[in-house]
Nanobody
């Protein structure tokens, strides 16, 4: 059974940084894409970033370009989201997800397994 476990969330002041991690376990994996989504109270889940295995292609939501960076350590089956210049509107639960078709899509329906989420709170 594939499992994704996120960590690294917390409380940070506006302008600060956090790095989220998400480790996948439960099998032998190759050629997958991983993504990050977020959901704030009262809002729908929205795409943040994704990265593919083949070619390391990245895909970012416009509102995080230049501030967030997604990376993958394939040897550890771990995806990271480095978040800099955080804003109060970045406050949300952040979820990682894996796509075994390696598409790097911004559609949440493209992903096969999800983590439980980690809370990020940015104070003003």
């Amino acid at each position: 059974q594939v499992q994704l476990v996120e960590s690294g969330g917390g409380l940070v002041q506006a302008g600060g940084s956090l790095r989220l991690s998400c480790t996948m376990s439960g099998g032998t994996f190759s050629a997958y894409a991983m993504g990050w989504f977020r959901q704030a109270p009262g809002n729908e889940r929205e795409f943040v970033a994704a990265r593919t295995w083949r070619g390391g292609r990245t895909n970012y939501a416009d509102f995080v370009k230049g501030r967030f960076t997604i990376s993958i350590d394939n040897a550890k089956n771990t995806v990271y989201l480095q978040m800099n210049s955080l804003k109060p509107e970045d406050t949300a639960v952040y979820y990682c997800a894996v796509d075994f078709q390696d598409r790097g899509s911004h559609y949440y329906t493209a992903y096969h397994y999800w983590g439980q989420g980690t809370q990020v709170t940015v104070s003003s």
